[in-house]
């Protein structure tokens, strides 16, 4: 599905954000937004999802607007998975998951049973099955992002965005998440995560958005975008490409040095 914006500006207030930013973020691929605190990412994100309006500029998702769609319409195709998901207090995993289904649901509901198939295999396809009868509320960072996840696939988008998707996780669950997101584009979804690690964009990605100063600065195969150069515009710092010595691929290295002048 092709989804893109076209030449948004976008304002919080009197501070704008985005200014003329245009981008494509190609079907069935796993695209990684990256750029430094506050430039915008999430801002993005939320225009991708229908959730902020822009001042100027479009969102094109198959060639129809999407602020023109209906939200139901919208609702089917997009599923947006926050940092930080809101809950109300006492609801159990089981029916979090459920919620995705919303967009979905005819007027008189959905047989109990699909509805129990899908709050398995979406917590299953997560690794997240232990926590089924657990109140949200009462889980680990962790074990929400998972359970939101899990939602958003029970959504069962065609665009899946996510906000830090590896946030709160440790490393053994990040690393199955990058690869559940490489998954879920090799099986035709089109995903578009906001990262901050850059060497995670760089060896999970299969494309890269990088914003700054309200713009699109670059956009491609990841190991095109992410250089030297760009890395030193976006974030103020100095790194080298090594050879990971297990998988042959390039990796970033920072040295210490480096670090202790940037935080001087
Ligand atoms: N509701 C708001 N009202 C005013 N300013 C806002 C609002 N939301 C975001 N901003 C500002 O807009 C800019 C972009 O914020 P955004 O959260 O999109 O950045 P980000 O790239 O996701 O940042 P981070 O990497 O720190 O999560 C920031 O300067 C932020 O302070």
Do not use: C
């Not at 076209?6 to 207030?13: E, K, R």
């Not at 494509?24 to 999802?49: E, W, Y």
């Not at 899990?150 to 440790?170: C, G, K, V």
Request: hydrophobic share 45%.
């Amino acid at each position: 599905m092709e989804f893109a914006i076209s030449n948004i500006t976008l304002a919080h207030g009197a501070r704008t954000v985005l200014e003329g930013a245009s981008a494509v973020f190609p079907s069935g691929k796993f695209t990684a937004i990256i750029g430094p605190n506050g430039v915008g990412k999430s801002t993005l994100l939320h225009l991708l999802a229908g959730i902020t309006t822009p001042a100027q500029g479009s969102v094109w998702l198959d060639g129809h607007e999407l602020f023109r769609m209906k939200r139901r319409e919208r609702a089917r195709h997009l599923a947006l998975v926050e940092q930080q998901a809101h809950t109300d207090t006492g609801v159990v995993v089981d029916d979090v998951v459920l919620l995705g289904r919303i967009p979905h649901s005819g007027p008189f509901g959905s047989a109990q049973d699909a509805e129990e198939r899908f709050v398995a295999t979406s917590l299953a396809r997560v690794g997240g099955s232990h926590l089924r009868g657990r109140t949200f509320t009462t889980l680990s960072g962790g074990e929400r992002q998972r359970v939101s996840l899990a939602r958003a696939l029970a959504q069962e988008p065609s665009i899946l965005i996510l906000d830090e998707p590896t946030n709160h996780l440790d490393v053994g669950a990040q690393l199955q998440t990058l690869r559940l997101l490489q998954e879920l584009a090799v099986d035709g979804l089109t995903v578009i995560a906001a990262l901050h690690d850059i060497g995670h964009a760089l060896a999970f990605a299969d494309h890269v958005v990088a914003l700054h100063e309200g713009r699109v600065a670059a956009a491609g195969h990841p190991e095109e975008v992410i250089t030297e150069p760009l890395i030193r515009e976006l974030y103020g710092v100095d790194v080298q490409f090594v050879n990971n010595p297990l998988t042959g691929k390039r990796m970033l290295a920072f040295a210490d040095a480096v670090a202790a002048q940037v935080f001087a």
